[in-house]
């Protein structure tokens, strides 16, 4: 199954989505988004994963020897960053939400709407 | 309505999954041209940092200043959160051992952390593992030390000029190349020895750069919600 | 194109990252899950590593150990205190 | 002058580091001018480089890597002049912001500061990019300042509703630009618009190229508010400081179109140039729908900001079916319409920061007749809405124009009458406010209006003569873009340039250079049927506005039917806007699959 990593990241970016719109709870939630972006790095890598290669690093090996591409790889570091970024800014807010009306629960804080 | 649709997206998604070429055959260019170059252009064994900090070098200073904003949104966010400012009645730590161990911890955390930033060009890490690397160690301080200790690490007006020494030294170093008359964060220093600290030119600075920056963000991130959450409890 | 591409640990590790998300999602309760979301990121530094990706795997390995418990936690801690 | 590319990005967020380094040391005055000089600095800069991109395509490869053999191996910023000229609009607005917020936010001001000039410098890479994942660094960057921006009010339960769903469907959206992302990488081994386009061309296109599509034109829309993405984009707008939503509205929601825009013509023009039909006829229902929906929700508002929030829906419907028409005239249309709206609609945004400062209030009802004690800010109002309209020479006229010219070009003569139609109801909602407000004529009541909680006002004397000005200048400046000489013909000479694929990557990938025109200063010379639009729309405005106001004068055997016909789909529209997360992120899953899968079936 040549095709099985990126189908595992297809699956964690569904089950994810599911979470989020089933979510009773924006902790719940925010980790729910969370799993959803690691399918980008799960697919990210496995699209850059070259049979058989080494990190792309060359200290004690040889230079051109096989190694995987780097790119996605500093593309992964800065999207983890963002995940972290985002999911600090949501909790925020969700802390807030609950010093006001003291619940989590999405549907609870509609205010606005129509 | 939403299982239906997500399953003509998840049906999609493998249409397009599966044809593209298939895992293990990634096909170039880009990374094999970099995998090529990097080490005899920028004499840096380790080509993701290199590409983290010089070949996508512009990437990593936005990626710095997205946590540099988030943080200081979750400070706005946070600001009406009450706080318990007379929180040192708890202070003491019990046992000698915790105190003794967890010292140690800090230490040996701190010289992993400065090896991690240090040494990223030579092996894995580099600014940002090093730098969450270094917050969380100073947390440590929180856990084993008295709360005045954390307190004098941890609060924004210290924080804070790191903080913006950071992201703001990471644009200084990209404007310095550009008053030399060559383009936006061009490594301005020679390439130096290859598997050493000395490789990567004025990359390091940035490196060291985005170190500070994150270290002190996620310093600010876990004291926001520490002192607002933890310290009342106790 | 063969079968031989995924080296075995590969597909293992690939499963269990797959089942793990599977559970971050399904667990209902915060605290259970932020412990669920710890395996899954112990999980995933594993894969990246087979992956040959030891710069994504630290980076996996301090924000999953450090960053997201210690943020959630705290949240959760305040929310049910108060 | 190439060298001038980076500093619209970097000045500002080099602002925003300093004030974050002397944080707790200099007074108010002191950051506020960091933060000025920032962003003026980078309004000046981005004027030169649109003017040079004129004649030209600016280049700069960051840190030097320039490509080699036809591969980009750094990050290039590659500008021509629409996207020089959403820089100067994103630029020039978050210059305005600030000023305007000099009285208007007390708390938190130098945090504010910061975010306000981070926002700024990111639209503006995201307009100047030539790379894909870089696009998405500055989509993210814009991302999380505007999440803590929306949620600014802390204490305010709406405001905090506002942010989380803003936060929660952008980064969906985020998430899917990255898979598309990474399909387009794994296909291409680039991330270099011109060069994926460029590897693209010559083959063959399948379900790689079509959810890839599918995916990353989702993130961008969502951002820009496509129905059935848009959900997001009412909650976050009527909460957050006047300031902040002539940001919004006037540029960020026009971003996602440009992004969308900017990947189909560097990137998928090419795999999809044989289909462009399929393509055009799903963005125009798109554009249409959403136009209509963002007109109709408009008009059934009492909160004045959630009012102009749904009508800048609509009229980023109007500006999808100007890009999905897939021509210069209508492209170079949308440009000067994205210019105009962004003025007039973020002139109205701030005048509604005064009303909440004078009178404490935001909702049309409350406000009854009490905008008589501020006759100038009265006449602002009012002309902003008309200069919404498209009337012949004023304000989005020409933008109109030229989709209607692009329409007719198209053989698709039933768009333009259709987006006079919205254009008119949603205008006619802002009239309608307006006349209520500031004029306090037609009833006090209207059990038509969805209600809203109120607003906290500024919390210190905003100084009110500071505010009409700016609002002020920036309405009179959307006024004019139409009459404004050889305007509509640099719009569409940037039109051109920005669909001319084969060039951009010439001059990308081996730095030839772009054939350039000599451009008239004139006014755009007129056709019969853009004038016989902007009248026909100047009607359904006046009659809509008139109908909103004295429809208790009309006779009760109609009205009844009326509402036994309009009644049930309209508390349809109004149940779906149901302010729950989950439901925002069923739809955007909805609106994925719906869209793949028109285009798994026709793009093939």
Known sequence: MSVLPYLVAGWICVIGLYGIVTSRDLIHLALC????????????????????????????????????DPVVQSLTLTDIVVSVTVLALILALALDVHSEIETMDPDRIVELQG | MFLPSVALLAALLTWSLVAIPHFGHYRGPYGFVLNRVVLPERHMTNVVTATVFDYRGFDTMGEE?????????????????????????????????????????????????????????????????????????????????????????????????????????YVVVGLAALIGGMAFLTNLLGPGTPGTLYSGGSAPFVNWAAGTEVAAAFLILFMEFIEAYVVPLA | MTVATLVPLQSVTLALVAAAATLVVLTRDVQRQ????????????ILFTVFAAPDVALSMLVVSTVGYPLVVLIAIARSRNK | MSWMLPLPVVLPLLAAAVNAALDHVTPRWAHDSVTVAGLASSFVFSILIMVDSMSG???????????????????????????????????????????????????????????????GGAMCGFALTGDLFNMFVW?????????????????????????????????????????????????????????????????????????????????????????????????????????????????????????????????FDAPFGAHQIAIRNVLIVFGLVTAFV????????????????????????????????????????????????????????????????????????????????????????????????????????????????????AHLTWVSPLLMLAAGISSAAILRAG???????????????????????????????????????????????????????????????????????????????????????????????????????????????????????????????????????LAVLKEVHSGVIGDYVMWITLGTALLGGVWALTLR
């Open chain 1, 33 to 68: 988004l969370t799993v959803t972006q690691s399918s980008t790095y799960v697919l990210l890598l496995a699209v850059g994963y070259v049979q058989g290669g080494g990190p792309p690093i060359f200290k004690g090996v040889e230079l051109g020897t096989t190694a995987v």
């Open chain 4, 57 to 119: 395509e600016p280049l700069h490869w960051f840190s030097g890597w320039t490509p080699r053999g036809g591969v980009a191996i750094g990050i290039g910023f590659a500008v021509d002049p629409l996207g020089a000229g959403m820089a100067v609009l994103a630029s020039g607005l978050a210059l305005a912001a600030v000023l305007y917020s000099l009285t208007y936010i007390e708390t938190e001001s130098r945090n504010y500061d910061i975010l306000i000039g981070a926002f």
């Open chain 2, 65 to 169: 200043f997205i946590l540099f904003i988030a943080v200081t949104g979750v400070v706005l966010l946070l600001r009406e959160q009450d706080r318990d400012e007379s929180s040192d009645s708890e202070d003491e730590i019990g046992s000698d051992a915790v105190r003794v161990g967890g010292s140690l911890a800090v230490g040996v955390c701190l010289l992993v952390a400065l090896w991690l930033i240090a040494f990223g060009f030579v092996t894995p890490g580099g600014g940002f593992q090093g730098g969450v690397a270094l917050a969380s160690s100073l947390v440590l301080v929180f856990l084993v030390a008295s709360h005045k200790a954390w307190s004098g690490i941890a609060s924004e007006e210290v924080l804070d000029p790191f903080e913006g020494v950071g992201a703001g030294g």
């Open chain 4, 294 to 409: 963002g007109a109709v929700m408009a008009f059934l508002q009492s909160h004045l900001k959630r009012l102009l929030a749904y009508s800048t829906i609509s009229h980023a419907g109007m500006m999808l079916a100007g890009v999905g028409l897939l021509d210069s005239k209508s492209l170079g249309g949308v440009a000067t319409l994205v210019l105009s709206h962004g003025l007039l609609k973020g002139g109205l945004f701030l005048a509604c920061g005064v009303l909440l400062a004078q009178f404490k209030q935001i909702d049309e009802l409350r406000l009854f007749g009490k905008g008589r004690a501020l006759p100038v800010l009265g006449v602002l109002f009012g002309l902003g809405a008309v200069g919404l309209i498209g009337l012949p020479y004023v304000g989005s006229y020409v933008g109109h124009a030229g989709i209607d010219e692009g329409a007719t070009l």
């Open chain 4, 139 to 267: 989509f993210e960057l814009m991302g999380v300042a505007a999440y803590a921006l929306a949620g600014f009010k802390v204490s305010e339960l709406g405001n905090l509703q506002g942010g989380i769903n803003m936060a929660v469907t952008n980064t969906v959206g985020a998430y899917f630009i990255l898979i598309g992302v990474a399909l387009l990488y794994a296909r291409t081994g680039a991330l270099n618009l011109a060069q994926i386009g460029r590897t693209l061309a010559g083959q063959h296109a399948g379900g790689v190229e079509i959810v890839a599509l599918t995916l990353i034109l989702v993130g961008f829309l969502v951002k820009a508010a496509i129905v059935p993405f848009h959900f997001w984009l009412a909650d976050a707008h009527a909460v957050a400081p006047a300031p902040v939503c002539l940001l919004f509205s006037g540029v960020m929601v026009e971003l996602g179109l440009f992004g969308a825009a900017r990947v189909y013509w560097t990137i």
């Open chain 4, 435 to 569: 006349a209520r407000v500031f004029l306090g004529w037609g009833p006090s009541h209207d059990w038509l209006l969805s209600q809203q909680p109120p607003e906290d006002p500024p919390e210190r004397d905003a100084r009110v003569p500071l505010m009409v000005a700016i609002t002020g200048v920036v309405i009179v400046l959307g006024l004019v873009v139409s009459i404004v000489p050889g305007l509509s013909q640099r719009a569409e000479y940037g039109a051109e340039r920005f669909r001319d694929r084969a060039g951009y990557a010439e001059r990308v990938l081996h730095g030839k250079p772009m054939k350039t025109k000599v451009l008239p200063y004139a006014i755009q010379p007129t056709t019969g049927e853009s004038v016989v639009y902007g009248i026909g729309a100047g009607l359904v405005t006046l009659l809509f506005a008139a109908f909103g106001l004295w429809r208790n004068r009309l006779s009760d055997a109609w009205r009844t039917s009326a509402g036994r016909v309009a009644g049930p789909p």
């Open chain 3, 34 to 45: 932020i412990l669920v979301n710890g395996i899954y990121g112990i999980l995933l530094v």
